[in-house]
Structure formats: structure tokens, C-alpha cells
């Protein structure tokens, strides 16, 4: 069922970005067609984001940085481009099974208050249960602007990773 869901939701922004440039190539106006192309621009961030958060169909080893780095990459331009917001991700790269880093994925985005500490809603205690299943550390700053969350887990025998995106 989930499966057919994610399929369906593709759909649907395919058809939306469908009908975005077919609206920005008839329109005469460029101010219509540029505000037009810009939706249609932030949906295809939107889309990119959606699909990287799709649990993956098998199990693979892929490079979690370049991956979490993509998926950052399209929340930015989806949401926090206009906003003076930014995302800084710094990890080593670190190869590991494709279900776990999209677990870790799951932690990346977040729309709460960054100006002060605040009790846990949802999305914090989903990253402190993907961080105990890890065996991790997470732990959370706010040096005035923003937020810095840092992740911290073994990667086993293979060393350490770290990964931290700050808001």
C-alpha cells in the first residue's frame, strides 16, 4: 500500500509540473511565465525530496553523505532558499545500508522554533529513537540564530561517523 501511495503522490507532481510548463510556454507575459517556472522549479525540489524519503525497494551500501547532501540540497531549494535559511551539512563520507541512512534522512528536516530550546514534539523523538537504535549521540545548540543538531554514532568496526546539519 505504501508503495502504491508513493507511486500515486509521483504522480501527482508529475502532473503538476505537467501543467506548470505547459502554462508558463502559453502565456505571453514573461512576469507570469517566470513566476510560473519558479513554482514549477520549487515542485521539482518538492518532488526530488519526496522520492529521496521513499523507503528504499532493497538493500544496498551507498555513500550517506553524498546522499543526505542531495536531500538537503532539495529541501533548501523546496523551502528555505527564499527564507535566508540555510543547511550546512558536515559528515565524512560514509558508505552504509540504504534503509539506515534513510532513517537518518528522516532527521534532516524540521519546521519547529530554532530560537530556543523547546520541549519534544514528534520529530525530535523520532530522531532520539533512530539515535538509540544507532547507538548514537544526538544533541542539539542554539548559538543565537538558528539551530545546530549533531549526530553521533558508530559505524562499528569501520570507525565513526558524524553527521551534523545545522538550521
Known sequence: MLCELTHRINN????????????????????????????????????RAHHMLTVPDFQTRIDAHAYLRELCDAIWRAKLERSDIGIHLRSDPIMMGSEQCWKLALIVSDEGDSQSESPSGRGLRIVRAITQERGGIFSQEYPGRGTASTLVFSLGASGCGVCSPYL
Open 12 to 47: 501527482e507532481f508529475s502532473v503538476a509540473i505537467g501543467l506548470l510548463a505547459r502554462a508558463a510556454f502559453r502565456t505571453s507575459n514573461p512576469d507570469v511565465r517566470y513566476a510560473l517556472n519558479d513554482v514549477q522549479s520549487r515542485l521539482h525540489a518538492f518532488a
